[in-house]
């Protein structure tokens, strides 16, 4: 072998020795580029997983903290009284004709009778009357509603008359509090004095306290008085206001968005009106309000504090929500469907109505709720139309005088008395089972409407 064919030999090795040496480099290069992506992908989820995981702990931490303060509501303390229903003390005659009688109780001073039940259960231990001051501070451990307790007994078994029976009463707020507060029983606490702690050590020694599920907070109305005070009023109200919103935006936002998907004309009018709905989804709700105040009450006299006008209230609140999430759901259906159906011959009308809007149908649905639920927890555009009023009477139609449950939690969390504390939280659990319930109705409806 020449020199110079022992040169190329060696040039040829060099050559394919330095390409694979640098094919090794750019290997190695794109696995460790390939090694650094993938360990930022797993980091990436990795931190959305924790992410995730915060946020179900947040929540579940809101709600249990929610559930906790709320227990208390659940349940509420009674007391059972001696009464004795004396016609002398009720200022009735016994023997008078039984539809006189019947006009008697329903008069009748029980007011009395309730406080000699009571101070015949506290004499003091010498046999010696109560002072002014101790008859005040016994009273002052019952409920305001005891005597009407007596009265509905009363009138329910008039042949207790003249007789001595045991009837059960509420406790006032301050002492079912102080119960549910685990105080050593005979220790003052709260708003309860010393003397009081020991009356009611008292009366737990002797059985005759007793804890009851509450179900007057479901049965009963707003009151001034914390044990007494119930969300059926509210609740009606909300259900109610809730009727009204959604007759009047589901349609009225379907049709607005199938209008200007389906048929309106592509121009600058119908350009302006888009803008404008955009620019209203992001209007504050107190605006609507002062809307609904100035426009539905004020020009067209409608009752205020009326579920009518809270629903159309929030039906305009509610209406940019519904349309632009029915326009989206609506665009997502195939072009190819509606040209087929045009191809064998459906007119407009007919494509819209029986091809795309059950396809969109589920979008719809899903913008629908969203737009209700967003209507369920608001408070201040229901505020400026009166609907903060306090109002004992539970609403039976869309023009009597009503309250939402928003609006109550507000009222009660902006009380004083402790007991409120534990009904405002309640209230809150009962608003987020209504959103529960509606969102569950609308996973159900839109599954249905996908299988179709």
Sequence with gaps: MTKSQESSTNTKKMSNTTSSAKTLSITDKVNMSLNKRHKKEKRFKMMGLLAVIFGFMLVLTLIGDITSKALPAFHQHWIKL????????????????????????????????????????????TGKALSRQEKRQLSQLFSTNAEFTLKDNLIAEPAQLNEKVNVWVRLDDDVDSYLKADFPLGEPGLRITKKQAQWIEKLHTEERIESRFNISFFTASDSREPELAGIRGALTGTLLTMLVTLLLSFPLGVAGALYLEEFAPKNRWTDLIEININNLAAVPSIV?????????????????????????????MTLPTIIIASRAAIKAVPPSMREAALGLGASKMQVTFSHVLP????????????????????????????MVAFIVDIPTSVVDSATVLPVQIYLWADSPERAFLAKTSAAILVLLALLLVINVTATVLRSKFEKK
Excluded: C, H
């Design 82 to 125: 001696d009464v004795d229903y004396k016609s002398s003390s009720l200022n009735v005659n016994n023997e008078a004709a039984p539809k006189l009688l019947d006009q008697q109780l329903q008069s009748a001073n029980y007011r009395k009778v309730l406080r000699e039940s009571i101070y015949q259960m506290f004499l003091t231990e």
């Design 288 to 316: 609507f309000g002062l809307l609904g105040l100035a426009v539905i009450i004020n020009l067209f006299e409608l009752p205020r504090s009326a579920p009518l006008v809270g629903g159309i209230v929030l039906t305009l």
């Design 359 to 386: 396809q969109a149908m589920p979008g719809i649905i899903t913008g629908g709720i969203i737009g209700i639920a967003q209507a369920l927890g608001e408070t201040a555009p229901l505020l400026m139309i009166g």
